[in-house]
């Protein structure tokens, strides 16, 4: 399991968990593609995203899009996205659609994780059984 983060703390967050932390910056989708080798179900958890309202904006928008077109030439063959959070619900809901659209074309399954990432435990529920529907296809 990978997680990527542009933050070193945040990816210090990551490997303590368990996973493999990954730099990357969704300002600069190259830096992110590396760390969908090998991956069959890539997780979008960008529900509790910070930054400016530009960048929020760009993250659910134009960034998602060109992130999950790449992922599309990877080995990844399911997108769980997250479409709750503190993110505005408008950007969200906006993301969701990006993500639904480009699975949609490409014939690529996906999950859209609902639950509010505040409530850890429904949310960890949500998540691992669309990974795990995902990969068992």
């Known amino acids: ?20 932390a990954v ?24 529900g ?6 530009e960048q929020l904006a760009a993250l659910h928008g134009t960034r998602l899009e060109m992130l999950v077109e790449r992922m599309l030439d990877t080995t990844v063959r399911g997108i769980v996205y997250e479409a709750s959070g503190s993110v505005d619900a408008e950007l969200l809901k906006a993301g969701a659609e990006r993500v ?10 996906y999950v859209m994780l609902e639950s509010d990432p505040a409530d850890s435990a429904p949310w960890l529920c949500e998540a691992l ?6 990969l068992e296809g």
């Open 1 to 20: 399991m990978r997680g990527t983060s542009r933050d070193g703390a945040t990816r210090a967050a990551i490997e303590s968990t368990g996973a493999e």
């Open 23 to 46: 730099a990357g910056d969704p300002d600069r989708i190259f830096t992110l593609v590396p760390a969908f080798a090998h991956v069959s179900v890539a997780c979008l958890l960008l």
């Open 48 to 53: 509790t995203a910070t930054g400016s309202d």
């Open 100 to 109: 639904r659209a480009a699975c949609q074309r490409s014939l690529i399954p």
């Open 129 to 134: 059984a669309g990974v795990e529907q995902l």
